[in-house]
């Protein structure tokens, strides 16, 4: 016996292994097939667990992070604003709640620096990076581990030192790992800030969907202000304690559990949330504070969590179609090999022998083929980060591995299993034997092989049904009309630096617009707050009249409005239904005007003419008058409904922060990029364009997740096409090689071609035919579970399931086709000669 090279209960030897590779050498299309096959079964379920295994299964990476929580609250308290209502605090109350250490250990705040990225400059070159402020307890409380360096003090924090630390990706990317970036200068948002630290590699921050490249300490600086919000009235979110817009994170005290800790925490919570409000109105309600488990990133779930999990599921049929073609190839292989299994059982070999043959031969093709597969996973996970816009790291990790390696071992077994009965089959005996009819009876009339198949097609019409589902629905959302002409608009934002007040920020803005419209194949430019397609929106009550909206129809009255510049309507290509547009005098010394949509016309002036009533916002700041009625447009997303609308003139409200510009560019949009940049920059050579795009590109964001699904979907449905329609040939042609003799005899007594194809044909129908039956209500149970993905669709759509039916029946003929004419060119005598 040969030297064992695998422990376990069938040990396989070093001779098992050198014969199953001389007989996978015999059969290189058999084997390139198997290896095929099982790469991109396996290789796809890779792929997506390693996004799954990200996005919802992976830890942070933190210190111990079973013990890291986040802070969540039923609400904030009435009369403040907010930046998530259950996930952000005041500053006051995370001051009160870093100042007890009975329940947490340590607190730990942070805040984004802006809604998307920031300005920073290293060297002469401005560009855009992400970059929040933090706690000093930041990097200590969540025992993360610098690279190179130092993190962050509570002593930085309380100095509002100007220092930062970068992250190792943005080292990497950015400064090449050269270790001289410690000490240089990181200028954000013109603030020059010292780089004292290096994260360690793969922690990104612990926003959810981030990828942060700096951190901070947290700072006073008008400059630097949370979320890139000016400074209301000259304060910060320091200074204003109305404004929730801090995320915080704590750390569990040595023995304390999550609820000992709220139970310590909630009087001192409910005190500071009411800080610069006063005390709680009689009857309300107050907020209540409760911690959530942090080991993975909220809001992950909600946003990838049922897609993911149905892709999951997908994939999973994917991989059961391709394991079973191959057990049904090694099957048939092996049913060719019943002679040389029947002498090695008369020369005295033993059953657990033969299944360490077939095992050895299963684990080489399972070795071979996983390790494509991890090339193959590899590749597409980049495309899915790249597909679904997920910033976060979706290297596979050892959890992947495992899942991999997992399913390698199982589909070895399965492999090493599944042509077991075949080859014992016969037994002895049939060594003695010479007739290849005798030799292939049992394999004739063997039902496995369809039953295989059927199920596949069945499994088929299920993916292609999800697919088609999915992609309709992907389409329908790509032709929605937006309400505007978005085609020629190019986007970015613009942060300006050193604008103190507000007729800064207008003669700022107003010089910028001036050079841009100059640009060659310019056509119209304008600025606006918040940027289309981009999720964010200003929702809140206004006054109408005098009246605030939820006194005028009784509704709750949430209306939403932006902030926009000259020509914007004219520029967005929006139709102005009456009235007029903004325009360049409209100015702070002329009467102030605004501008509303359709549905704000219908619910707030039904029946009557809305140009000249009067609106503002709730607190009565200031007043505009209706000056113009426009077409409801798409806002915030693709798929939204729209609500009643309004805009101010920026030059008209008290304004100095970042601003997005919109310009109609006449040709490509992008290629005005490079002078837009130049002209900013004429301006102050800091400012960088932030996240420049076309309009189009960014309403595609907010359908990121659709296209993502949908680009999948249809992936696996063509898989599976391809897998089922190379068993289903697989079958047929081992089928017809076994009944040559059989087909040759009905040709010699007079069957004519036709009924020779239509006997194949016949039976690839009934194996489609019981498929669809199978798999239409399984397909009926998936559309039903992606109903809530599902856009201008309904989850029972005829077409799509008439459309799968045919597609399985199409691939069934294709595949068919070959195995049909080769029965009907079978020669007669030739046939009766092989006997």
Same mark, same amino acid.
């Given at each position: 016996?040969?030297?064992?090279?695998?422990?376990?209960?069938?040990?396989?030897?070093?001779?098992?292994?050198?014969?199953?590779?001389?007989?996978?050498?015999?059969?290189?299309?058999?084997?390139?097939?198997?290896?095929?096959?099982?790469?991109?079964?396996?290789?796809?379920?890779?792929?997506?667990?390693?996004?799954?295994?990200?996005?919802?299964?992976?830890?942070?990476?933190?210190?111990?992070?079973?013990?890291?929580?986040?802070?969540?609250?039923?609400?904030?308290?009435?009369?403040?604003?907010?930046?998530?209502?259950?996930?952000?605090?005041?500053?006051?109350?995370?001051?009160?709640?870093?100042?007890?250490?009975?329940?947490?250990?340590?607190?730990?705040?942070?805040?984004?620096?802006?809604?998307?990225?920031?300005?920073?400059?290293?060297?002469?070159?401005?560009?855009?990076?992400?970059?929040?402020?933090?706690?000093?307890?930041?990097?200590?409380?969540?025992?993360?581990?610098?690279?190179?360096?130092?993190?962050?003090?509570?002593?930085?924090?309380?100095?509002?030192?100007?220092?930062?630390?970068?992250?190792?990706?943005?080292?990497?990317?950015?400064?090449?790992?050269?270790?001289?970036?410690?000490?240089?200068?990181?200028?954000?948002?013109?603030?020059?800030?010292?780089?004292?630290?290096?994260?360690?590699?793969?922690?990104?921050?612990?926003?959810?969907?981030?990828?942060?490249?700096?951190?901070?300490?947290?700072?006073?600086?008008?400059?630097?202000?949370?979320?890139?919000?000016?400074?209301?009235?000259?304060?910060?979110?320091?200074?204003?304690?109305?404004?929730?817009?801090?995320?915080?994170?704590?750390?569990?005290?040595?023995?304390?559990?999550?609820?000992?800790?709220?139970?310590?925490?909630?009087?001192?919570?409910?005190?500071?949330?009411?800080?610069?409000?006063?005390?709680?109105?009689?009857?309300?309600?107050?907020?209540?504070?409760?911690?959530?488990?942090?080991?993975?990133?909220?809001?992950?779930?909600?946003?990838?969590?049922?897609?993911?999990?149905?892709?999951?599921?997908?994939?999973?049929?994917?991989?059961?179609?391709?394991?079973?073609?191959?057990?049904?190839?090694?099957?048939?292989?092996?049913? +060719?090999? &019943?002679?040389?299994?029947? #002498?090695? $059982?008369?020369? %005295? =070999? *033993?059953?657990?022998?033969?299944?360490?043959?077939? @095992?050895?031969?299963?684990?080489?093709?399972?070795?071979?083929?996983?390790?494509?597969?991890?090339?193959?996973?590899?590749?597409?996970?980049?495309?899915?980060?790249?597909?679904?816009?997920?910033?976060?790291?979706?290297?596979?990790?050892?959890?992947?591995?495992?899942?991999?390696?997992?399913?390698?071992?199982?589909?070895?077994?399965?492999?090493?299993?599944?042509?077991?009965?075949?080859?014992?089959?016969?037994?002895?005996?049939?060594?003695?034997?010479?007739?290849?009819?005798?030799?292939?009876?049992?394999?004739?009339?063997?039902?496995?092989?369809?039953?295989?198949? +059927?199920? &596949?097609?069945?499994?088929? #019409?299920? $993916?292609?049904? %999800? =697919? *088609?589902?999915?992609?309709?629905?992907?389409?329908? @959302?790509?032709?929605?009309?937006?309400?505007?002409?978005?085609?020629?608009?190019?986007?970015?934002?613009?942060?300006?630096?050193?604008?103190?007040?507000?007729?800064?920020?207008?003669?700022?803005?107003?010089?910028?617009?001036?050079?841009?419209?100059?640009?060659?194949?310019?056509?119209?430019?304008?600025?606006?707050?918040?940027?289309?397609?981009?999720?964010?929106?200003?929702?809140?009550?206004?006054?109408?009249?005098?009246?605030?909206?939820?006194?005028?129809?009784?509704?709750?009255?949430?209306?939403?409005?932006?902030?926009?510049?000259?020509?914007?309507?004219?520029?967005?290509?929006?139709?102005?239904?009456?009235?007029?547009?903004?325009?360049?005098?409209?100015?702070?010394?002329?009467?102030?005007?605004?501008?509303?949509?359709?549905?704000?016309?219908?619910?707030?002036?039904?029946?009557?003419?809305?140009?000249?009533?009067?609106?503002?916002?709730?607190?009565?700041?200031?007043?505009?008058?209706?000056?113009?009625?426009?077409?409801?447009?798409?806002?915030?997303?693709?798929?939204?409904?729209?609500?009643?609308?309004?805009?101010?003139?920026?030059?008209?409200?008290?304004?100095?922060?970042?601003?997005?510009?919109?310009?109609?560019?006449?040709?490509?949009?992008?290629?005005?990029?490079?002078?837009?940049?130049?002209?900013?920059?004429?301006?102050?050579?800091?400012?960088?364009?932030?996240?420049?795009?076309?309009?189009?590109?960014?309403?595609?964001?907010?359908?990121?997740?659709?296209?993502?699904?949908?680009?999948?979907?249809?992936?696996?449905?063509?898989?599976?096409?391809?897998?089922?329609?190379?068993?289903?040939?697989?079958?047929?042609?081992?089928?017809?090689?076994?009944?040559?003799?059989?087909?040759?005899?009905?040709?010699?007594?007079?069957?004519?071609?036709?009924?020779?194809?239509?006997?194949?044909?016949?039976?690839?129908?009934?194996?489609?035919?019981?498929?669809?039956?199978?798999?239409?209500?399984?397909?009926?149970?998936?559309?039903?579970?992606?109903?809530?993905?599902?856009?201008?669709?309904?989850?029972?759509?005829?077409?799509?399931?008439?459309?799968?039916?045919?597609?399985?029946?199409?691939?069934?003929?294709?595949?068919?086709?070959?195995?049909?004419?080769?029965?009907?060119?079978?020669?007669?005598?030739?046939?009766?000669?092989?006997?």
């Amino acid at each position: 016996m040969g030297r064992a090279v695998m422990s376990g209960m069938f040990p396989v030897s070093a001779r098992d292994l050198q014969y199953a590779i001389r007989q996978l050498r015999k059969a290189p299309g058999f084997t390139l097939v198997c290896v095929l096959t099982l790469a991109l079964g396996i290789g796809a379920n890779t792929a997506v667990f390693s996004v799954m295994n990200a996005v919802l299964l992976r830890s942070l990476p933190v210190s111990d992070p079973a013990h890291v929580v986040y802070l969540q609250t039923s609400n904030a308290p009435r009369m403040t604003g907010t930046i998530d209502s259950h996930e952000t605090f005041s500053y006051p109350v995370y001051d009160a709640l870093r100042r007890q250490h009975s329940a947490l250990s340590a607190v730990i705040a942070f805040a984004p620096l802006s809604g998307n990225k920031v300005a920073v400059r290293y060297g002469t070159d401005p560009e855009e990076a992400e970059g929040d402020m933090v706690s000093g307890t930041f990097f200590s409380g969540l025992g993360v581990k610098l690279t190179r360096g130092r993190g962050f003090t509570e002593q930085d924090e309380a100095n509002h030192a100007q220092v930062a630390v970068i992250s190792y990706s943005y080292w990497t990317q950015r400064f090449s790992r050269s270790p001289d970036v410690l000490g240089k200068t990181l200028y954000v948002n013109g603030v020059p800030h010292t780089v004292v630290g290096i994260a360690s590699e793969g922690f990104e921050g612990v926003e959810p969907g981030a990828s942060t490249d700096f951190w901070i300490p947290l700072t006073s600086r008008p400059e630097l202000n949370a979320w890139g919000n000016p400074p209301e009235n000259g304060k910060t979110y320091r200074d204003n304690d109305t404004w929730w817009c801090l995320r915080l994170l704590g750390r569990l005290a040595p023995g304390v559990s999550r609820a000992q800790a709220v139970a310590r925490l909630q009087s001192t919570f409910q005190t500071a949330a009411y800080i610069g409000l006063g005390n709680p109105q009689a009857g309300e309600t107050r907020p209540t504070l409760s911690l959530e488990d942090a080991k993975n990133f909220p809001g992950y779930d909600d946003m990838y969590g049922k897609p993911l999990r149905m892709l999951m599921a997908m994939v999973g049929l994917v991989l059961l179609i391709a394991l079973s073609n191959v057990a049904m190839l090694l099957m048939a292989r092996n049913t +060719t090999r &019943q002679r040389e299994f029947s #002498v090695r $059982l008369a020369l %005295g =070999a *033993g059953r657990g022998e033969l299944f360490r043959q077939l @095992l050895t031969e299963s684990l080489l093709l399972v070795t071979l083929g996983g390790g494509l597969a991890w090339l193959f996973a590899a590749a597409a996970t980049r495309a899915l980060a790249a597909w679904a816009r997920i910033e976060s790291s979706l290297a596979p990790d050892n959890t992947v591995l495992f899942f991999t390696l997992s399913v390698l071992v199982l589909t070895a077994l399965l492999l090493g299993l599944a042509p077991l009965r075949i080859a014992l089959a016969a037994g002895p005996g049939l060594a003695l034997k010479t007739s290849a009819v005798t030799a292939n009876t049992d394999a004739s009339k063997s039902k496995t092989a369809r039953l295989i198949v +059927t199920l &596949q097609m069945a499994l088929c #019409v299920v $993916l292609l049904v %999800g =697919a *088609g589902l999915l992609i309709r629905t992907l389409r329908n @959302l790509e032709h929605t009309p937006l309400g505007m002409r978005a085609e020629g608009l190019v986007v970015f934002g613009v942060k300006p630096q050193n604008v103190h007040s507000v007729p800064e920020g207008i003669a700022f803005y107003r010089e910028l617009m001036d050079k841009l419209r100059a640009l060659p194949g310019v056509a119209s430019v304008t600025i606006m707050e918040e940027r289309l397609g981009a999720w964010w929106s200003d929702n809140s009550a206004m006054m109408v009249d005098g009246k605030m909206t939820s006194m005028i129809d009784g509704s709750p009255g949430t209306v939403r409005s932006n902030v926009a510049g000259p020509e914007f309507f004219r520029t967005l290509g929006v139709p102005v239904l009456a009235g007029r547009d903004f325009n360049d005098s409209d100015t702070a010394a002329s009467p102030h005007v605004g501008i509303i949509n359709e549905q704000f016309a219908q619910r707030f002036f039904p029946h009557q003419n809305p140009l000249g009533h009067v609106i503002g916002p709730d607190n009565g700041a200031y007043k505009m008058t209706i000056v113009g009625v426009v077409k409801d447009h798409k806002y915030r997303s693709i798929d939204e409904e729209p609500i009643p609308m309004a805009w101010y003139m920026y030059a008209q409200i008290p304004i100095t922060g970042g601003m997005n510009v919109e310009l109609r560019v006449h040709g490509a949009p992008l290629a005005v990029l490079p002078a837009a940049r130049k002209a900013l920059q004429e301006i102050n050579p800091n400012l960088p364009l932030i996240d420049p795009m076309t309009q189009l590109a960014q309403f595609e964001t907010t359908i990121s997740q659709q296209m993502l699904f949908a680009r999948l979907a249809g992936f696996f449905g063509i898989l599976a096409v391809v897998l089922v329609a190379t068993g289903l040939f697989g079958v047929l042609a081992y089928r017809v090689s076994n009944r040559t003799i059989e087909i040759g005899v009905r040709m010699a007594v007079g069957a004519r071609r036709g009924q020779v194809v239509w006997m194949v044909l016949r039976e690839s129908l009934i194996l489609t035919g019981a498929g669809v039956v199978i798999g239409i209500p399984l397909a009926m149970l998936l559309g039903r579970a992606l109903t809530s993905a599902l856009y201008g669709i309904k989850p029972y759509d005829t077409a799509s399931y008439l459309l799968a039916a045919l597609g399985v029946a199409a691939v069934s003929a294709v595949a068919s086709a070959i195995p049909a004419r080769r029965a009907a060119g079978i020669d007669p005598l030739t046939a009766l000669r092989t006997e």
